[in-house]
């Protein structure tokens, strides 16, 4: 799966500009999401009557399109405040749009900030709405989870860190979070120990006597594999690569560790399924735009982004088609 | 330097020469003080890495900072035999001047290490220079055997591919001043030329004014991982023991066939020593040890706020990475004091033997814990024996035989 990330100027309006000429088509008729960055730092009225312009003429002719309103830069604000912008927001676009007759438009609201990971959050959940047969994938993580005894496990896309699919458990925070430092980790020691090439000599001394094998056959797995026990509760967490892109990462109930065999076994199955998922996903190259919008300059969406142009799934990289300002 | 505690105060550091054999490398010395001043002017960001290093503050958390007052004084506990008593003297304008005129003694005696700041930013370059001037001075004149470290700070604020180049700048201004601060003091007190002089360290290129006086200089930043750099080279020639440590971590790598060992202070994460086989040391990641104390570093902040336990706290007991045929990997804590982090050639049989062995070599690194341990009993043999690599391979490689028969058949 491939995902294009367009970054537009906040300062311009697209759908009213006489010296900016897009085709409309080619921008929205492909287009899955609409991210709509505000600065809730910022006084954001405008941001917010210019987001209703714009929802109105998406609703007319490209009804399909999610739209995923960012409130951003929440990390100096309160918590209490936080819940009140949102209330705010939500109710003068919902208002806005009942006016005009239109029930049910799908509208998101992400409270965000590049200071934690609740932009990787809410990238995550854009993209994942964007997923073909995403339930399916949920109901394979789910199982392991039962299987397994997993308190929560997630899919990681290496790259960005975002999840692209998790158990049907809800989703928190702070299990997010650990896992995707996690895979930063697994990510460091690989590029330090895992991207060079060992010579020769190593090889051979390797395979030679007593052990009289390829080293292929010396190991048990042939992709990433990875544990860790957490000091306290004993919790340990798992990581499994899936393919060059996948990564899946579990946190496992107290005591599981003992059991990594036959957690390995299952752990086995399911990863099997989800390349088999993913091949079969692969042939479509759906190209899915995730449009990002800046409201008025300064918002922060250039480099709030996981990466511009998420990257999921087994396909091949490419460079996301990006629209600098 | 090692023994600098014991020539300037020998009351405080007895020898640990009535547990040991006489022979003077292997002597398993007893706890170790060192004063270790740090210096520089007001905002350098003295306390920032002190709290980073020490505290396990994270570097955002370092803006909370207030300007030191006067010198606030801790006293850092290093492995179980090292005590640093680490002077943080407040750089404003009036303390550094009562530092070198009314409290200079109190001040500059005594000192093992001196840790100076330049902040890259300042504006003032000439006036930090002629602080900075005053303060080898006087460290010259009460302790003409301390170790300076100059930290060129705050490196991240320069354009990257510029930084090399300032730093060479600067390094090479300040080796030039401090060469002059010495020789103006040897000429003012001329007893001070008889002293022997110390070797001449590689990293000193000054040709005709060698100072004489051992000076390391380092580009850092609370940033990124150049801050461990800096730190464990200061750290790593006042760990007693140092000597010890290399050769068994070196028979224990042998042992296990291991292709990288790090070993890091359990709080602090620096890498306290380190070997690797010769494929290991084919490595083209010349700052990985640094980069390794930054990675746990972030990691246990991230465990820590998971779990909701203290950041000092332990926060993980084992890991292990295995990346197909390219490497295996595991950090474990080791002794009370340290983890120790194993980079292996692929292979299960390999690794998990590998596993057994490092823990069955943790007794024979109990000295790293302290002095309650009796030097004599905690390795077996000490003394003459220690440097052959079969003493302390003795158990570990007899396990590690048996899982190379079993191996192929697995
Ligand atoms: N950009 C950048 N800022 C830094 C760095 N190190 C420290 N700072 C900042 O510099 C400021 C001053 O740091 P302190 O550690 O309080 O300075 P100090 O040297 O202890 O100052 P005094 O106690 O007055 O002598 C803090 O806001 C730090 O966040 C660095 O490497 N890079
Ligand atoms: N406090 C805060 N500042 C942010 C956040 N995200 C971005 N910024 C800052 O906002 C400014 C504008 O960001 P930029 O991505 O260039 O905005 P754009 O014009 O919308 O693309 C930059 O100075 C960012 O550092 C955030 O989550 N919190
Ligand atoms: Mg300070």
Known sequence: MEFQVWDFPGQIDIFDNPNFTFDMDAIFGEIGALIWVIDAQDDYLEAVARLNTTILHLQRSYPHINIEVFIHKVDGLSDDYRLDIQRDVTIRIQDELSDQGIENAPVNFHLTSIYNHSIFEAFSKVIQKLIPRLGQLEAMLTNLCRTCRFEKAYLFDVNTKIYIATDSTPADMASY????????????????????????????????????????????????????????????????????????????????????????????????????????????????????????????????????????????????????? | MSDLETTSAPSAAPSAGESGPPAAHTQLKKVKKQKVLLMGKSGSGKSSMRSIIFSNYLARDTRRLGATIDIDLSHVKFLGNLTLNLWDCGGQEAFMENYLSQQRAHVFSNVGVLIYVF?????????????????????????????????????????????????????????????????????????????????THPRMTSPTLEPDIDLQLFATSIWDQSLYKAWASIIHDLVPNLAVIETQLASLGVAIDADEILLFERTSFLVVSKWASREGDRNPYGDRFERMSNILKSWKHTCSKYTGTPRNAEQFSDFEYK?????????????????????????????????????????????????????????????????????????????AADWRMAAPSD
């Not at chain 1, 059991?259 to 079969?280: A, R």
């Open chain 2, 119 to 199: 902040d890259i930013e300042s504006r003032d370059v000439e006036r930090d220079l002629a602080t900075y001037v005053n303060i080898i001075s006087a460290l010259v004149q009460y302790s003409r055997e301390a170790k300076v470290f100059v930290l060129i700070h705050k490196m991240d604020l320069v354009q990257p591919i510029t930084r090399e180049d300032v730093f060479d700048q600067r390094a090479a201004l300040v080796r030039r001043k401090t060469a002059e601060a010495v020789a103006i003091m040897h000429k003012a007190k001329p007893e001070l030329q008889q002293q022997q002089r110390l070797p």
């Open chain 2, 323 to 399: 990346m197909g045929t390219t490497f295996s990997m595991f950090a474990t804590k080791f002794t009370t004091n340290t983890y120790i982090l194993v980079c292996m050639p692929p292979g299960e049989a390999r690794f998990n033997s590998a596993k057994l062995n490092v823990a069955a070599a943790r007794t024979w690194f109990k000295f790293l814990d302290g002095p309650a341990v009796p030097a004599a009993a905690s390795i077996p043999g000490a003394g003459g024996v220690m440097s052959s690599p079969h003493m302390i391979a003795g158990t570990p490689s007899t396990y």
């Open chain 1, 177 to 325: 979070e650990i896992c995707s430092d996690y895979v930063d980790v697994i990510i460091d020691f690989t590029e330090v120990y895992g991207s060079w090439p060992r010579s020769q000599q190593w090889r051979d001394r390797l395979e030679a006597e007593p052990w009289c094998q390829p080293l292929e056959d010396q190991v048990a797995c042939e992709w990433a594999e990875s544990g860790m026990v957490l000091a306290d509760a004993r919790r340990p967490i798992m990581l499994r690569e899936v393919d060059r892109f996948l990564a899946l990462v579990a946190i496992m109930k107290e005591g599981s560790y003992d059991k990594m065999p036959q957690i390995n076994m299952n752990v086995d199955v399911v990863v099997k399924g989800l390349t088999e998922f993913f091949e079969i996903t692969k042939p479509k190259e759906a190209v899915v735009g995730a449009g990002v919008v800046g409201a008025g300059g300064g918002a922060g969406t250039s480099g709030a982004g996981p990466g511009n142009g998420a990257t999921t799934g087994a396909g091949r990289m490419v460079t996301p088609g990006v629209v600098q300002g």
